[in-house]
């Protein structure tokens, strides 16, 4: 994976004149940390520099240039983008820099991108306004928050309708739309935030009207802007998942949870409040380039005791991979695989103590492979439904450090969803992948599998020559996995692996 933060410039401290800083170029984005004499570290998000006595001022330092001034900064730590208002004296200007810098107060600069600041996919009744009013943030570049902005929301599916469709963002960035109210038939009803110039506009939101509340729910949390491209794709891969489990998992109140360690996040992510059945958190970031690794999904949090099942995960994806997936028609499919990782396909299957299980065994000659999945369920559909030659599902004993142990054969699943190698452009859901969800523990809906047969399986459209595919190799993030009191809402373990 690609450093980040290469390329950053650093100017000379003296000793004892700083202790923590961070600021950052607006015109160049060259960001700058370091720390002075005597301190081992400054923790991100609370750097502080002293100026004339004990004062401090609030401000955005605005720079056009950074030149040298001796020797790198001392004790200069890996560079990470944070929001670049810092509490730093006036002593600071002078020490610190050969330049002319223009510091300003606090007041953000010019609004450059719009990001969700609620959840993204809900369902409702129909004709009824949604529970969880739809709302979005307004930044500039570095992150801070621009008031005065006006959002236009407006329905773009489903027939229903808004009151407040025109906020003007707050202090803190943020405009909420008046109420939303779902049509009137049984479907999906997307709703769009626009700014017109804004990285990330417009935001989709996506609401499942039915006669009743959906029976599973899954809440996305952005870490970043997303395109409204990816966005629609991560909304159908909800959709579907909430269509193919069944029943709920259960509400749990987390309080505020940081997540960034438990799940690979950026510093001081954050969740907080009420859980409802499952919530991901989505980092699309740029990783290692085209071409390489794509992205990778996993449970963070489980549920502790019981099925211990999924509360919490996350999906983070290569920004320079996104693309090139959406124009090859692969986006949707590789991100709805991906979702069905962090409910536990492929990361549940083996766990030790508190999870007992293990659903993956060697496996006798005749079936395809040396590793099975042996679970009642997906063993008894594979045979029924989809035409395995036994009641074993082969899973990929190759390539253990990129697909092996958590995916269906390749050579015998082919198109089917969940191999590691994505090829043609037809994908099935199989029965048998939905009901190893059932292995696992979820309630499950049979009628939302795709129709699938070993022997017939749809690998190419007519007359479609082969082409490339996508290959899913270490989309699996192995990492400690931490366990939630479900009552409590606090964690209570963590495994040893994952």
């Given at each position: 994976m690609g450093a980040r933060g290469a390329g950053r410039k650093s100017l000379a401290v003296p000793n004892g004149v700083v202790n923590c800083y961070h600021y950052e170029s607006r015109a160049t984005g060259d960001e700058l940390l370091g720390r002075g004499a005597g301190l081992a570290a400054c923790p991100p998000g609370s750097e502080t520099l002293p100026g004339s006595g004990n004062s401090k001022l609030q401000v955005d330092l605005m720079v056009s240039d950074f030149r040298s001034a001796g020797a790198p900064c001392l004790g200069q730590r890996r560079s990470m983008r944070i929001p670049t208002l810092v509490a730093i004296g006036g002593a600071v200007l002078a020490a610190c820099s050969s330049g002319s810098p223009s510091v300003t107060g606090p007041a953000p600069g010019t609004p450059t991108q719009i990001l969700p600041a609620s959840i993204t996919v809900q369902s409702g009744a129909t004709s009824q306004p949604v529970t969880a009013l739809p709302s979005v943030k307004v930044t500039d570049k570095t992150g801070l928050p621009v008031s005065g902005v006006t959002v236009t929301f407006a329905v773009t599916a489903g027939n229903?309708?808004?009151?407040?469709?025109?906020?003007?963002?707050?202090?803190?960035?943020?405009?909420?739309?008046?109420?939303?109210?779902?049509?009137?038939?049984a479907g999906t009803n997307t709703l769009t935030a626009t700014v017109t110039g804004l990285t990330g506009s417009p935001v989709v939101f996506t609401?499942?009207?039915?006669?009743?509340?959906?029976?599973f729910n899954i809440t996305l949390q952005y870490v970043r802007p997303a395109a409204a491209v990816y966005q629609s794709a991560f909304n159908a891969a909800v959709t579907r998942w909430e269509t193919a489990i069944a029943a709920h998992t259960g509400d749990v109140n987390v309080g505020t949870l940081t997540v960034d360690t438990a799940c690979g996040v950026p510093p001081n992510t954050v969740v907080t409040?009420?859980?409802?059945?499952?919530?991901?958190?989505?980092?699309?970031?740029?990783?290692?380039?085209?071409?390489?690794?794509?992205?990778?999904?996993?449970?963070?949090?489980?549920?502790?005791?019981?099925?211990?099942?999924?509360?919490?995960?996350?999906?983070t994806f290569d920004t320079a991979d996104l693309a090139g997936l959406n124009s090859g028609g692969f986006l949707n499919d590789v991100i709805l695989h991906e979702m069905n990782h962090v409910l536990g396909f492929g990361t549940l299957w083996e766990g030790g103590p508190p999870v007992q299980n293990s659903f993956v065994i060697n496996t006798p000659a005749g079936t395809g492979s040396t590793l099975g999945f042996d679970?009642?369920?997906?063993?008894?559909?594979?045979?029924?439904?989809?035409?395995?030659p036994r009641d074993t599902v082969p899973v990929e004993d190759t390539s253990l450090a990129g697909t092996g142990r958590s995916h269906w054969k390749e050579s015998i699943f082919q198109s089917e969803l969940m191999t590691g190698f994505l090829t043609g452009h037809f994908h099935p859901l199989s029965l048998t992948s939905i009901e190893s969800l059932a292995d696992l523990g979820y309630t499950v809906n049979p009628a939302a599998a795709d129709a699938f047969n070993l022997s017939t399986q749809p690998t190419l459209r007519l007359g479609e020559a082969p082409g490339p595919g996508v290959d899913l190799s270490n989309d699996v993030r192995r990492s400690p996995r931490f366990y939630v009191d479900e009552a409590t809402g606090q964690v209570v373990r963590r495994s040893a692996g994952p």
């Open positions: 229903g309708s808004l009151s407040g469709a025109t906020p003007v963002t707050n202090s803190t960035g943020v405009a909420t739309v008046g109420s939303w109210t779902l049509g009137a038939s609401a499942n009207g039915g006669s009743g509340a959906a029976t409040g009420t859980i409802h059945d499952l919530l991901i958190v989505v980092d699309l970031d740029s990783i290692d380039g085209p071409g390489k690794i794509l992205g990778s999904a996993s449970p963070c949090y489980l549920r502790n005791g019981g099925r211990n099942l999924t509360l919490l995960g996350v999906m679970g009642p369920k997906a063993d008894s559909v594979y045979v029924a439904d989809n035409g395995g």
